[in-house]
């Protein structure tokens, strides 16, 4: 709501509870995932705006299935979008659904629309385990008068992912389609792993972002504009002690990635910003200087 940009993903093996840490229960309340939080915590500040401030609130629903993106909330899911990329916006979907929300039960129901269409399929791991990666996002715009009464506009967006589960193909029982499935949740996951692993060497001068679609979409929030957000997701039992092993390392290189959020707002804005706030340290500097106080440089 302040204008910055925030990610808040799951990690982890088939069954470790992802899609729960994000989705959660709606009864009781207590066991409401990170999303439907998020939805509540966005409308409750929402409510408290002041007069001068007008809130426009947007979400969107995509998955990422065999690396094709699809419009979860489009009447015709199954259709394949682009990505696309320019200056001001960076990473994009060309034609992906938009819908304007007013309230976090209009989100709610925005969101379980997009759910019936995502892909799921069951293994030896998971009855209904996610066979692809999905991104529900929230872009929140922000109008209020600057100091010279002009409108200023920010600019905020969250993006709340799933991702399907790191697995061993062997212990899913895969064939068929849901090996095919597998194949390419790996590899994507395998991409982002690379991708941590250039940022957080700091030698290297490439980060593979654009070895799939996932690490594209991820690519602000990894290393970016972005504060960000890994749930770790492990099993318990001894059985999963590879994949557990697997997650914490993953986990343990991704803390060290280096983000540098800002706030979004028109580029004009922030240039008189910068310079009210630089005119004020000035006058600071002259008020000192005349009551022969140290002048801090």
Excluded: W
Excluded at 22 to 36: C, H, N, S, T
Excluded at 93 to 121: H, W
């Amino acid at each position: 709501l302040n204008g910055y940009n925030g990610t808040i993903f799951a990690y982890g093996q088939t069954g470790a509870g992802k899609t729960f840490t994000m989705e959660g229960v709606m009864d009781p309340p207590d066991l409401r995932g990170i999303i439907p939080n998020s939805f509540q915590h966005i409308f409750d500040k929402v409510a408290l705006a002041t007069a001068g401030q007008q809130f426009l609130v947007r979400a969107s629903y995509l998955e990422i299935y065999n690396e094709d993106i699809r419009d979860l909330l489009s009447k015709d899911p199954k259709n394949r979008l682009e990505l696309k990329e320019n200056m001001d916006s960076g990473v994009y979907v060309k034609d992906l659904t938009s819908f304007v929300v007013k309230s976090a039960i209009e989100i709610d129901q925005v969101m379980q629309a997009g759910k019936k269409n995502r892909s799921v399929g069951s293994t030896l791991m998971n009855q209904a385990s996610s066979r692809s990666h999905s991104i529900f996002t929230i872009i929140c715009e922000c109008a209020q008068e600057n100091k010279s009464g002009k409108p200023s506009i920010r600019v905020g967006k969250l993006n709340l992912v799933d991702l399907a589960g790191s697995e061993r193909q062997s212990k899913t029982g895969a064939t068929g389609d849901r090996l095919k499935e597998a194949t390419k949740i790996n590899l994507s996951l395998s991409a982002l792993g690379n991708v941590i692993s250039a940022l957080v060497d700091g030698k290297s001068q490439h980060v593979p972002y654009r070895d799939s679609k996932l690490t594209r979409l991820l690519q602000d929030s990894l290393g970016g504009n972005t504060k960000t957000v890994m749930c770790a997701n492990c099993g318990p039992a001894g059985y999963n002690y590879d994949e557990t092993v697997s997650t914490l390392r993953y986990a343990n290189r991704a803390k060290n990635i280096k983000n540098k959020p800002r706030i979004n707002e028109d580029p004009k804005d922030a240039m008189l910003r910068e310079f009210q706030e630089e005119i004020h340290r000035l006058k600071e500097q002259l008020e000192n200087a005349a009551k022969g106080l140290p002048v801090q440089m």
